[in-house]
């Protein structure tokens, strides 16, 4: 039974998916203002490890405006605001000016073994496109910029993470610090390339990539090579996928 206040004990801003990312996110006046801390995770083998921090740092914004639009009172994302304003500050001070970065997302930030990843890219498209929505919501004046910076980031993420090819070309994993894109190919980069969310009206949000290129995209994911035989290759554990493909199918059966 849900709330009186209107929220479900399983909404993300309930459960603790928004509200807790809240309460970890760095508010001191410092150079990391704004981020949520994580701990690092293995990235796989072509790629150093990989700030968690990070990846819940600009999903919160792109979270929240989701959040509101599928039923989260406006009380309660106007008090999760604040923290999703933080998350898009953050966001535009690690990338501008360009400096060592190139205006690029880096990960880990600020120390470790430096890169800038095509996921921390796609989140960060996704946070500010998202994130200006929430924004104009609010009253905010600030949404034109993020729009305008997103817009920027789509011209030089599809030169610089896109590598060309005799088969039609390929996007790039990550840049390595300096700028040398690694070309390896896996579901997850693909994955969080397509997932643009949604905008205002359920309108599909811009990615980064063109039409040629998503068109690409697509064909390159349905080779046979790319087919594990548990899911899509790169990113997959067979096992949870198995578990997830179980999980699909008994969600899917008719209720008696």
Same mark, same amino acid.
């Given at each position: 039974?849900?709330?009186? &206040? /209107? @929220? ?37 083998? #072509? ?10 740092? =600009?999903?919160?914004?792109? @979270? ?60 960060? #498209?996704?946070?500010? =496109?998202?994130?200006?929505? =929430?924004?104009?919501?609010? /009253? ?10 997103? &817009? ?15 088969? /039609? ?12 894109? @690694?070309? #390896? ?11 643009? /969310? ?9 990615? =980064? ?48």
């Amino acid at each position: 039974m849900g709330r009186q &206040d /209107g @929220v479900s004990p399983g909404h993300p801003a309930r459960h603790g998916h928004i509200a807790g990312a809240r309460r970890r996110q760095q508010a001191a006046p410092w150079a990391d203002f704004g981020r949520i801390p994580g701990p690092l995770r293995n990235a796989g083998p #072509h790629a150093p490890l990989s700030c968690t921090g990070i990846e819940a740092t =600009l999903p919160f914004p792109a @979270v929240l405006a989701q959040a509101r639009r599928w039923g989260l009172p406006e009380w309660e994302a106007e008090r999760l605001l604040p923290a999703a304003e933080r998350c898009l500050r953050w966001l535009r001070i690690v990338t501008d000016p360009p400096g060592f970065s190139g205006g690029y997302v880096p990960n880990p930030a600020p120390g470790g073994p430096y890169r800038c990843e095509t996921r921390s890219q796609t989140h960060a #498209h996704r946070a500010a =496109l998202l994130g200006a929505d =929430l924004l104009d919501a609010f /009253g905010s004046s600030d949404a034109a910029a993020l729009r305008g910076w997103a &817009d920027d980031l789509c011209t030089r993420f599809r030169t610089d993470f896109w590598l060309e090819d005799g088969a /039609g070309g390929r996007p790039a994993a990550l840049l390595t610090a300096g700028g040398r894109p @690694v070309p #390896h190919l896996a579901s997850t980069t693909a994955a969080s390339l397509l997932d643009t /969310g949604l905008l205002g009206g359920g309108a599909p949000a811009p990615g =980064l990539l063109d039409a040629a290129q998503t068109d690409q995209l697509a064909r390159l994911l349905g080779r046979p090579a790319m087919d594990s035989g548990w899911g899509l290759r790169g990113g997959w554990v067979p096992r949870r996928a198995a578990a997830t493909r179980s999980g699909t199918a008994q969600r899917r059966r008719p209720r008696p």
